[in-house]
């Protein structure tokens, strides 16, 4: 099983919707949680870190359940420029590691 | 700008030719990450340099080894590529206490 789960995708929306993406670890003992995102052929970029109370930058939200273990991440008003691909990404173990996801990819047509 | 830079952006190398990939940075961030991401694949972390301490991941190939001189630099050097080395090769940093890590904008290897 890996360690961080994500549906690949593609979710198709129009411009305007509201998408949301779930994300599925298997460490119980995992620390913290982020949403990067990354453009087709580009770095990864961080987007938002998710906190346990839940957290919200603009037009995206981000939740967290410890007990389920998931981290979801809603888009809201989806604009052309959202579609790249959503990374969920979880710390685990020592130092800085980072456990990335596979992205769910958004495509976001008009 | 502080950034991390990678060169070369495109490297094509042939089969079992030893070859070096390049990361700098002007963060001045004590950690530096290696990873590789093939297409639609997560980035898979090779190893990371916390200050001058290596850490290898377990499932890293051997044939992936790592050089940082100094805080500024770090190298990937693959010493026997096989088709299968193909990948994006991403170079990341973070401060130690923080978990953001700042990528460059990677290194497209291909083995021919």
């Known amino acids: 099983r890996k360690e961080v789960e994500q549906d690949p995708g593609p979710f198709n929306v129009p411009e305007g919707a509201t998408v949301a993406f779930n994300c599925t670890y298997s460490?119980?003992?995992?620390?913290?949680f982020f949403w990067y995102r990354q453009d087709c052929r580009k770095e990864p970029k961080l987007l938002m870190s998710?906190?346990?109370s839940g957290n919200e930058d603009g037009r995206f939200t981000a939740q967290l359940n410890r007990a389920s273990q998931y981290i979801s991440l809603l888009i809201r008003d989806s604009k052309l420029s959202d579609s790249a691909t959503y990374l969920c990404?979880?710390?685990?173990?020592?130092?800085?590691?980072?456990?990335f996801g596979a992205g769910t990819r958004l495509a976001v047509h008009p | 700008d502080a950034m991390v830079i990678q060169n070369p952006r495109y490297q094509v190398t042939q089969f079992g030719k030893p070859v070096t990939l390049s990361c700098s940075q002007t963060?001045?961030?004590?950690?530096m990450y290696w990873y590789q991401q093939k297409s639609s694949q997560a980035p898979k972390l090779l190893f990371h340099?916390?200050?001058?301490?290596?850490?290898n991941e377990a499932d890293t190939p051997d044939n992936f080894q790592s050089r940082r001189p100094n805080t500024s630099f770090c190298f990937l050097d693959i010493r026997s590529p096989g088709l299968g080395d193909a990948a994006m090769y991403l170079c990341?940093?973070?401060?130690?206490?923080?978990?953001?890590?700042?990528f460059g904008p990677g290194t497209r290897l291909t083995v021919t």
């Open positions: 998710v906190y346990s």
């Open positions: 990404v979880v710390k685990s173990g020592g130092y800085n590691k980072l456990i």
């Open positions: 460490n119980s003992a995992s620390q913290s």
């Open positions: 340099y916390y200050d001058k301490d290596f850490n």
């Open positions: 990341a940093t973070s401060k130690s206490g923080t978990y953001e890590q700042y």
């Open positions: 963060l001045n961030h004590n950690v």
